[in-house]
Antibody, heavy 116, light 109 residues
């Protein structure tokens, strides 16, 4: 059974940092392209970024609102995807989901709240 | 950047057909995925991928089409359990960005 389990969300002050993790199981994580998607309260889905598999070059792409502040990485030895979020803004408050890039599997999401 | 436009809401009576559109410039040459999200904060579920394919477990009542500037998700014989937000999504190869439509709230009357 495929599972994606996010963790690391919480309350942080504007300007602060947070690292989210996504533990994957039930599929060959090494071969998977992975995405982060977020959803602000009462809003729609917003793509955050994507990382390709290392065999496909490991390229990382980011949405404009987070580029330069967020960093996506992966540890294939631990089957884990990461999202390092720096210089957080109030508008970054959202539920953050990790998902396979094709979109066939999603985690349950982790809530990030940026507030003073 | 590439923009996908969906109607904010669609209402349909039980047993009837719901059609949810997703408009984008030349979307017909892109591959469209559709997601169902029953509650905000609940993980979306893929219901159609690559324009018209259904993942296993998704009822045959769900179908998709894509041509010109419009992609369409069609739900036949709508049931109360289909009430949800639906999002279309494409990969914009020009910007290397994933793009979501704004979402459509399907209400079953």
């Amino acid at each position: 059974e495929v599972q994606l389990v996010e963790s690391g969300g919480g309350l942080v002050k504007p300007g602060g940092s947070l690292r989210l993790s996504c533990a994957a199981s039930g599929f060959t994580f090494t071969d998977a392209w992975m995405s982060w998607v977020r959803q602000a309260p009462g809003k729609g889905l917003e793509w955050v970024g994507r990382i390709k598999s290392k065999t496909d070059g490991g390229t990382i792409d980011y949405a404009a609102p987070v580029k330069g502040r967020f960093t996506i990485s992966r540890d294939d030895s631990k089957n884990t995807l990461y999202l390092q979020m720096n210089s957080l803004k109030i508008e970054d408050s959202a539920v953050y989901y990790c998902a396979t890039a094709v979109g066939d599997y999603w985690g349950q999401g982790t809530l990030v709240t940026v507030s003073s | 950047s590439y923009v996908l436009t969906q109607p904010p809401s669609v209402s349909v009576a039980p047993g009837k057909t719901a059609r949810i559109t997703c408009e984008g410039i030349n979307i017909g040459i892109k591959s469209v995925h559709w997601y169902q999200q029953k509650k905000p904060g609940q993980a979306p579920v893929l219901v159609i991928y690559y324009d018209r394919d259904r993942p296993s477990g998704i009822p045959e009542r769900f179908s998709g089409s894509n041509s010109g500037n419009t992609a369409t998700l069609t739900i036949n014989r709508v049931e109360a359990g289909d009430e949800a937000d639906y999002y279309c999504q494409v990969w914009d190869s020009r910007s290397d960005h994933l793009v979501f439509g704004g979402g459509t709230k399907l209400t079953v009357l």
